[in-house]
Protein backbone atom coordinates (compact mmCIF):
# COMPACT_ATOMS: atom_id res chain seq x y z
CA UNK A 1 0.00 0.00 0.00
CA UNK A 2 2.90 2.28 0.77
CA UNK A 3 4.40 1.60 -2.65
CA UNK A 4 1.22 2.69 -4.69
CA UNK A 5 0.88 6.06 -2.51
CA UNK A 6 4.37 6.94 -2.82
CA UNK A 7 4.10 6.02 -6.84
CA UNK A 8 1.10 8.11 -6.82
CA UNK A 9 2.15 11.13 -5.26
CA UNK A 10 5.64 10.85 -7.07
CA UNK A 11 3.48 10.93 -10.41
CA UNK A 12 1.15 13.41 -9.67
CA UNK A 13 4.70 15.72 -8.75
CA UNK A 14 6.22 15.20 -12.13
CA UNK A 15 3.16 16.08 -13.62
CA UNK A 16 2.73 19.19 -12.01
CA UNK A 17 6.68 20.28 -12.01
CA UNK A 18 6.45 20.01 -15.76
CA UNK A 19 3.07 21.43 -16.45
CA UNK A 20 4.53 24.18 -14.48
CA UNK A 21 7.66 24.26 -16.40
CA UNK A 22 5.87 24.21 -19.75
CA UNK A 23 3.63 26.79 -18.67
CA UNK A 24 6.81 29.25 -17.98
CA UNK A 25 8.62 28.36 -20.82
CA UNK A 26 6.05 28.50 -23.61
CA UNK A 27 5.48 31.42 -25.41
CA UNK A 28 2.45 33.55 -25.18
CA UNK A 29 0.40 33.73 -28.34
CA UNK A 30 -0.79 36.64 -29.55
CA UNK A 31 -4.34 36.26 -31.00
CA UNK A 32 -4.75 38.03 -34.39
CA UNK A 33 -6.75 37.96 -37.29
CA UNK A 34 -4.82 35.89 -39.77
CA UNK A 35 -3.45 33.48 -36.80
CA UNK A 36 -7.27 32.92 -36.48
CA UNK A 37 -8.33 32.60 -39.51
CA UNK A 38 -8.50 29.52 -41.63
CA UNK A 39 -5.75 28.67 -44.34
CA UNK A 40 -6.99 28.56 -47.81
CA UNK A 41 -3.84 29.00 -50.30
CA UNK A 42 -3.43 32.71 -48.95
CA UNK A 43 -6.85 33.88 -50.12
CA UNK A 44 -9.43 35.05 -47.75
CA UNK A 45 -12.07 32.50 -46.68
CA UNK A 46 -15.05 32.65 -48.95
CA UNK A 47 -17.12 31.61 -45.69
CA UNK A 48 -17.11 31.13 -41.85
CA UNK A 49 -15.24 28.60 -41.21
CA UNK A 50 -17.72 27.81 -38.14
CA UNK A 51 -21.13 27.55 -39.89
CA UNK A 52 -24.06 26.18 -37.39
CA UNK A 53 -25.16 22.52 -38.90
CA UNK A 54 -28.27 20.93 -38.54
CA UNK A 55 -28.57 19.15 -35.40
CA UNK A 56 -30.02 16.15 -36.73
CA UNK A 57 -28.06 15.54 -39.17
CA UNK A 58 -25.54 14.89 -35.93
CA UNK A 59 -28.04 12.72 -34.51
CA UNK A 60 -28.38 10.78 -37.46
CA UNK A 61 -24.93 10.74 -37.91
CA UNK A 62 -24.15 9.69 -34.06
CA UNK A 63 -26.91 7.02 -34.86
CA UNK A 64 -25.38 5.33 -37.65
CA UNK A 65 -22.64 5.15 -35.84
CA UNK A 66 -24.16 3.31 -33.02
CA UNK A 67 -25.63 0.47 -35.27
CA UNK A 68 -22.39 0.28 -37.56
CA UNK A 69 -20.57 -0.40 -34.29
CA UNK A 70 -23.27 -2.95 -33.35
CA UNK A 71 -22.66 -4.91 -36.52
CA UNK A 72 -19.07 -4.71 -35.98
CA UNK A 73 -19.33 -6.33 -32.73
CA UNK A 74 -21.86 -9.09 -33.96
CA UNK A 75 -19.93 -10.38 -36.27
CA UNK A 76 -17.24 -11.97 -34.06
CA UNK A 77 -20.42 -13.45 -32.03
CA UNK A 78 -21.10 -15.26 -34.81
CA UNK A 79 -17.52 -17.15 -35.23
CA UNK A 80 -17.71 -17.82 -31.68
CA UNK A 81 -21.05 -19.61 -31.92
CA UNK A 82 -19.59 -22.78 -32.13
CA UNK A 83 -17.29 -23.10 -29.46
CA UNK A 84 -19.14 -21.26 -27.35
CA UNK A 85 -22.34 -22.42 -25.10
CA UNK A 86 -24.89 -22.02 -26.99
CA UNK A 87 -27.25 -20.83 -24.25
CA UNK A 88 -24.76 -18.81 -23.17
CA UNK A 89 -24.50 -17.27 -26.32
CA UNK A 90 -27.97 -17.07 -27.47
CA UNK A 91 -28.75 -15.02 -24.02
CA UNK A 92 -26.02 -12.63 -24.56
CA UNK A 93 -26.54 -11.67 -28.14
CA UNK A 94 -30.38 -11.30 -27.32
CA UNK A 95 -29.76 -9.24 -24.68
CA UNK A 96 -27.59 -7.36 -27.01
CA UNK A 97 -29.87 -6.65 -29.45
CA UNK A 98 -33.09 -6.20 -26.63
CA UNK A 99 -30.45 -3.14 -25.27
CA UNK A 100 -30.00 -1.59 -29.05
CA UNK A 101 -34.16 -2.27 -30.10
CA UNK A 102 -35.05 -0.59 -27.00
CA UNK A 103 -32.62 2.66 -27.76
CA UNK A 104 -33.94 2.45 -31.46
CA UNK A 105 -37.10 2.54 -29.95
CA UNK A 106 -36.60 5.53 -27.40
CA UNK A 107 -34.94 7.83 -30.15
CA UNK A 108 -38.07 6.53 -32.33
CA UNK A 109 -40.31 7.75 -29.54
CA UNK A 110 -38.71 11.39 -28.89
CA UNK A 111 -39.53 11.88 -31.78
CA UNK A 112 -35.50 11.88 -32.81
CA UNK A 113 -35.40 10.10 -36.25
CA UNK A 114 -37.92 12.88 -37.72
CA UNK A 115 -35.68 14.84 -40.14
CA UNK A 116 -37.96 18.06 -40.49
CA UNK A 117 -38.59 20.17 -37.58
Given at each position: MLKI????????TIS????AI??????????????????????DPKSKARMPFS????????LFLIFDIEIAIILPMMV????SNL??????????????TLGLYHEWKNNMLEWSN
Open positions: MISLILASIGLMLSMVSKSTIMDREKMSPFECGFIQFFLIAVTMKTMSWTLTASMFILIL
